[in-house]
């Protein structure tokens, strides 16, 4: 199976952490795919990913006193496999996993995603249970030095063990047959732990050999630049940042990384801005609040993402999203530049604005403007400044609010909100 054809286009979809954080369940996550299938999925929206610690036994019960409970009893099958946690999830019981939630998913015509740790269950490791179709058991390829530093649940697997790889290989052909999409490996894309670059390609492997298309997403950032062609090969995601939440020095700053990897985004290949955390978020000792980014922040975001074409991944409360959030979410026009084939530019940076690019085949061009200040600023793109050729343009339309905008000889003008973006069609 050729990796690249897993996602021809970047994914755009749903994942629990922002509001639900470790506390998601089977009813939570059909309110958000029943929510959509009904509002998104027209617009390219169409995974559904169940985060962290859904295989944690009292998680749920425990939230507002530890986000990750040390040595958790956690729910496994008899081949130190993590299972999904019956109290959270009751339609896993009898051994069915997450296939009948995964095929509740599908059938509103959506795709299904979970969550998993590097590595195997420090318990399963702890209380030498086997492998499938080995005579090892977990405490022989389970190294109690590779161990996350902010999650407890798991250790990392010596890489160059047959049995390592075949344990990877046992939990990717259980997710096959629940029928998961995607699968988001965490404590492994920025490398912290020696092992964790080659099990990237033991997770690749894995998938090659399950016989089921699932996309690859690496957590958590900051992704290697250096390691890029690493990622390339292995993976389809990857984070460039660390966890990204409603913070405006936070968006700032992901100008620079998307700089560093703008040549980077290929079909099958997306460096990842990671989530969009917008409408209603929450955390574990935060409870709920609305996200802090202003609305033109918030159009900035999106702006930056699709342009860039990283992924996107909802982070909100679905049920829970105002209708300013879902037209935020559902603009077509905007929405079309994560299509586009051609590498998207940037075009300059500074710390009062930056101008980003790309074009469609048939030559619309498409124009992004960025103002970094804390005050409305005009901002002027000069398209024979940066050698394209706008011969011939004398109109355009901003995307976000369908306004006609004047081209002169190839030069646009334009006022941008405080922290604000506009997105052009030429």
Same mark, same amino acid.
């Given at each position: ?6 996602a021809l ?5 749903w994942?629990?952490y922002?509001y639900y954080?470790?506390?998601? /369940?089977e009813?939570?996550v ?10 998104l ?5 169409e995974?559904v990913?169940?985060d962290?610690?859904?295989?944690s ?18 729910a ?7 299972l999904?946690c019956?109290e959270? +999830?009751p339609?896993a019981?009898?051994g ?21 740790m590097?590595?195997?269950p420090r318990?399963?490791a702890h ?8 005579d &090892? !058991?977990?405490?022989?390829i389970?190294? =109690?030095?590779s161990?996350?530093a902010w999650?407890?649940?798991m250790?990392g697997v010596?890489p160059?063990k047959?049995?390592?790889?075949l344990?990877y290989d046992?939990? +990717? ?11 988001k490996?965490?404590?492994?894309c920025?490398?912290d ?11 690749h492997k ?6 089921r ?10 992704a290697k630049i250096?390691e890029? *062609?690493h990622?390339?090969?292995y993976a389809n995601m990857?984070?460039? !940042?660390?966890? +990204? ?8 700053n ?5 700089? &560093?990897?703008?040549? =980077?985004v ?17 955390? *574990? =000792?935060?409870g ?5 980014f202003?609305?033109?922040?918030q159009?900035?975001?999106?702006t930056?993402?699709c342009?860039f074409k990283?992924?996107?991944m909802i982070?909100? /409360?679905l ?5 300013? !959030?879902?037209s935020?979410?559902?603009n077509k ?16 940076r ?13 030559? !619309?061009?498409?124009?992004?403007l +960025?103002?970094m ?5 005009d901002?002027t793109? /000069?398209?024979n400044?940066?050698?394209?050729c706008m ?5 355009a ?5 369908k306004?006609?905008v004047?081209?002169?000889?190839g030069?646009?003008?334009m006022s ?7 997105m052009?069609?030429?």
């Amino acid at each position: 199976m050729d990796k690249n054809q897993f996602a021809l286009t970047p994914p755009m979809g749903w994942n629990s952490y922002d509001y639900y954080n470790t506390s998601a /369940d089977e009813e939570s996550v059909k309110a958000n795919a029943d929510y959509m299938a009904k509002n998104l999925k027209e617009y390219g929206w169409e995974y559904v990913v169940v985060d962290i610690e859904w295989y944690s036994c009292h998680g749920k019960r425990r939230n507002d006193e530890f986000q990750y409970i040390p040595f958790e009893k956690v729910a496994l099958d008899e081949y130190s496999r993590l299972l999904p946690c019956l109290e959270r +999830f009751p339609s896993a019981a009898n051994g069915a996993g997450f296939k009948p939630l995964a095929d509740y998913v599908h059938s509103l015509g959506l795709k299904f995603g979970i969550h998993i740790m590097r590595g195997i269950p420090r318990y399963a490791a702890h209380m030498h249970m086997p492998i499938l179709g080995t005579d &090892v !058991t977990a405490d022989k390829i389970a190294d =109690h030095n590779s161990i996350c530093a902010w999650n407890p649940d798991m250790y990392g697997v010596y890489p160059f063990k047959e049995a390592s790889q075949l344990y990877y290989d046992s939990i +990717f052909a259980l997710y096959a047959q629940w029928g998961v999409d995607f699968v988001k490996c965490d404590d492994i894309c920025r490398m912290d732990m020696p092992s964790a670059k080659q099990e990237i390609v033991m997770l690749h492997k894995a998938i090659q050999k399950c016989g089921r298309p699932i996309v690859l997403s690496l957590s958590p950032g900051a992704a290697k630049i250096e390691e890029a *062609w690493h990622y390339e090969k292995y993976a389809n995601m990857w984070r460039i !940042t660390d966890d +990204f939440w409603d913070e405006w020095h936070l968006l700032y700053n992901m100008f620079e990384r998307c700089e &560093v990897w703008e040549k =980077h985004v290929s079909q099958g290949n997306y460096p990842d801005c990671d989530m969009l955390p917008i409408g209603k978020l929450g955390g *574990w =000792h935060n409870g709920e609040w609305d996200c802090r980014f202003t609305k033109d922040e918030q159009i900035t975001m999106m702006t930056l993402w699709c342009i860039f074409k990283s992924p996107l991944m909802i982070g909100a /409360d679905l049920p829970q999203l105002d209708d300013w !959030t879902l037209s935020l979410l559902t603009n077509k026009d905007v929405l079309h530049t994560l299509f586009l084939k051609a590498q998207a530019r940037q075009l300059e940076r500074n710390e009062a604005y930056a101008i980003w690019t790309n074009y469609d085949e048939d030559g !619309t061009r498409y124009i992004a403007l +960025f103002n970094m200040k804390n005050e409305v600023q005009d901002i002027t793109f /000069d398209a024979n400044a940066y050698g394209i050729c706008m011969e011939g343009k004398t109109t355009a339309t901003e995307l976000w609010t369908k306004e006609n905008v004047a081209v002169e000889n190839g030069v646009i003008k334009m006022s941008v909100a405080a922290h604000g973006a506009v997105m052009v069609r030429v």
